[in-house]
């Protein structure tokens, strides 16, 4: 999935549950569950080729960017204090994905990221096509949008 659902997941989690022995085991399992749904995202056809590392890491920077400013944007305007766990929630979210980032653009996989890489793996469905790939992810940010 795109950076934004797994951030804004993480983000809205730790909103409700901010001790971080809840909110960061939740939010990785649930990392886990989104990428078992087939979905698009930036690295959809790396491993391929069919996507070049430059192109991914572009669209990534790109999508990251948005991503900070929606999770502002979702919790500023419900009124949510920004503190430290809203923001830490939003990167547990992502971390499966920012260990993968070695491997997938230095070509480097030191031999403690390798399981957490292979498990990851075992989880991440991609798809090609990108209305069916972006359909559960818009699904998941406007329920967020609802429930924050």
């Given at each position: 999935?795109?950076s934004?659902?797994?951030?804004?997941?993480?983000?809205?989690?730790?909103?409700?549950?901010?001790?971080?022995?809840?909110y960061?085991?939740?939010?990785?399992?649930?990392?886990?569950?989104?990428?078992?749904?087939?979905?698009w995202?930036?690295?959809?056809?790396?491993?391929?080729g069919?996507?070049?590392?430059?192109?991914?890491?572009?669209?990534?920077?790109?999508?990251?960017?948005?991503?900070?400013?929606l999770?502002?944007y979702f919790?500023?305007?419900?009124g949510?204090?920004?503190q430290?766990?809203?923001?830490?929630g939003?990167?547990t979210?992502?971390?499966p994905?920012?260990?993968?980032?070695?491997?997938?653009?230095?070509?480097?996989?030191?031999w403690?990221?390798?399981?957490?890489?292979?498990?990851?793996?075992?989880?991440?469905?991609?798809?090609?096509?990108i209305?069916?790939?972006?359909?559960?992810?818009?699904?998941?940010?406007?329920l967020?949008?609802?429930?924050?």
């Amino acid at each position: 999935m795109l950076s934004i659902p797994h951030s804004l997941t993480g983000a809205f989690i730790a909103s409700k549950l901010p001790h971080p022995a809840l909110y960061i085991p939740l939010t990785l399992g649930i990392h886990y569950l989104q990428d078992w749904i087939p979905h698009w995202d930036f690295g959809t056809g790396l491993s391929s080729g069919k996507r070049s590392k430059s192109t991914a890491f572009v669209g990534e920077i790109f999508e990251l960017g948005i991503t900070v400013a929606l999770i502002y944007y979702f919790f500023d305007s419900a009124g949510v204090d920004l503190q430290p766990h809203i923001w830490l929630g939003a990167l547990t979210g992502i971390a499966p994905d920012l260990i993968e980032f070695p491997r997938n653009f230095l070509n480097w996989e030191p031999w403690f990221i390798k399981p957490f890489n292979k498990l990851h793996g075992l989880f991440h469905h991609s798809t090609t096509n990108i209305a069916v790939g972006l359909l559960p992810q818009v699904f998941v940010v406007g329920l967020i949008w609802f429930l924050k």
